[in-house]
């Protein structure tokens, strides 16, 4: 982890850099160093910016609230055209809430759930994760109506609210708010009875809920909406083309605590090139960055992160140690998190342990594989697990027919008659594999990714438990 003495070298740098700007002289490039500390630092932001604005603004996402302050019940499990985000979620159901609370506090109304495994994650641009409810708490036995409020918000200080019973201020202005809900996909009422609970969330203004909105008043069409924000894209766009943009947009709707190390070294690397929180953008005032070169760097690093997915050792050190909230994480976790996938939860809502081969080699769909488990070599769940198939280098789900994805109890799987269960990663399905059980591929020079969700894990279990290991089948 690297130190505020060595983030004040380069600042140094950076200011040096700046002057020389003021003073309309040829900027000097950045130094690799220093892009590589603008890339570990700010590549949280980045992402979800991207991600946050994809899920409200997005009419490709197939989650989009089509606007902020909205809901999306997203009350199917998701298919390949699913791309919003790296390695989706295809074991439970989703209801985002993508809330603004620029102009007043918002309300949220959520309603009991029947299911074993219910969560709610609340996320800015700084992607520290808060779970302010969760099943595994107790919570979503009865309904709930939740206030949202930055220190930016309007009229507003935290005061109680008549009929709300949880007052949350958040670290951002634009955050998402996502519900995980175990379905119940085998249990047909149940199920009918949580996609109708999904439904029934409803997200208002203060005023609204209060009865108080202006007659008349119409929300934002979605064009308006857009207009409010630096254009979204992938996380290497942003990089290469409008860094110093979207940094000064995000900076402006970010809390920043005055005695945070992260936070204090995140503002003295974007003070030497003209963004701080309160300014306004100007292109002819901040910086000139080599777009191309940090784009590079930014890929590089990407890399990097990603292949850490493929090292057992880091793996078992910090698996436990993601999508935490502020004050317990690093850069450098932080950073990895908002690569390998950046919609995540704290330990004790879930895990996500990759599955690597048993000859070390990356997982490629020019083979075939299997994963086997006894009853004894199960994942120490409490609630339910899932493993998931991608493709390494984008994290999308492998297109199929069968639009099978996952392996598990809400995407369909068959446990044998000893409770132990054989996986198979397959271009065509053996004969002696339900279809519960097989991940489909096309046969091609693809390298794979296969992701184990364990959610609610007996994390006691977890310490000794180690994840099945992926054979390679002889070939067809």
């Not at 490039?29 to 991207?50: C, G, I, K």
């Not at 919570?139 to 930016?152: G, K, N, V």
């Not at 306004?280 to 850490?308: C, M, N, S």
């Amino acid at each position: 982890m690297r130190t505020l003495p060595c983030i004040a070298a380069l600042v140094t740098g950076l200011l040096s850099h700046h002057s020389a700007l003021a003073q309309q002289e040829p900027a000097k490039p950045l130094t690799e160093a220093q892009m590589e500390e603008l890339v570990l630092r700010t590549y949280p932001y980045v992402a979800l910016f991207n991600v946050n604005n994809k899920f409200a603004l997005d009419t490709d996402n197939p989650m989009n609230t089509g606007g902020y302050n909205k809901v999306n019940a997203s009350t199917e499990l998701q298919d390949h055209n699913m791309r919003a985000i790296a390695r989706p979620n295809n074991d439970t159901l989703y209801i985002t809430a993508m809330i603004d609370v620029t102009e007043e506090p918002m309300v949220l109304k959520i309603p009991a759930f029947d299911s074993k495994y219910v969560s709610f994650m609340v996320t800015a641009y700084d992607h520290y994760v808060n779970i302010p409810l969760s099943s595994g708490k107790g919570d979503f036995t009865a309904p709930t109506t939740m206030l949202f409020y930055s220190e930016r918000t309007p009229g507003y200080a935290g005061e109680p609210v008549d009929g709300v019973e949880v007052a949350m201020e958040t670290s951002g202005d634009f955050v998402s708010a996502v519900f995980r809900v175990m379905p119940h996909a085998a249990e047909p009422e149940r199920l009918e009875a949580n996609r109708n609970a999904m439904n029934d969330v409803a997200l208002m203004s203060l005023s609204e809920f209060q009865g108080e909105a202006q007659e008349g008043k119409s929300a934002r069409t979605l064009e308006e909406d857009r207009a409010r924000f630096p254009q979204f894209g992938s996380d290497y766009e942003i990089f290469g083309d409008r860094f110093l943009e979207v940094m000064q947009f995000v900076v402006n709707h970010t809390t920043f605590d005055p005695d945070n190390d992260l936070d204090n070294a995140l503002l003295a690397l974007l003070k030497p090139l003209g963004v701080e929180p309160g300014k306004q953008y100007d292109p002819d005032a901040v910086a000139k960055i080599d777009g191309a070169a940090l784009r590079a760097t930014a890929e590089r690093f990407a890399a990097a992160q990603l292949a850490k997915m493929g090292d057992p050792e880091f793996v078992a050190t910090n698996l436990v140690s993601l999508f935490q909230p502020k004050g317990h994480m690093t850069p450098e976790l932080l950073a990895f998190q908002s690569v390998s996938g950046p919609i995540g939860q704290p330990a004790q809502e879930a895990v996500y342990p990759p599955i690597q081969t048993e000859d070390g080699q990356p997982l490629n769909a020019q083979y075939d594989y299997e994963i086997v488990m006894t009853a004894d070599e199960m994942p120490p769940s409490k609630s339910f697990w899932s493993v998931t198939l991608y493709d390494l280098a984008e994290g999308f789900f492998i297109p199929n027919e069968q639009k099978k994805y996952s392996v598990g109890e809400n995407a369909g799987m068959k446990l044998d008659e000893d409770g132990g269960i054989r996986i198979v990663i397959a271009a065509e399905r053996p004969a002696d594999v339900p279809e519960e059980n097989w991940l489909p591929i096309e046969r091609k020079d693809l390298d794979l990714d296969l992701n184990m969700r364990i959610y609610t894990p007996d994390l006691e279990k977890y310490k000794s438990w180690n994840p099945p290991k992926a054979r390679k089948l002889d070939s067809q």
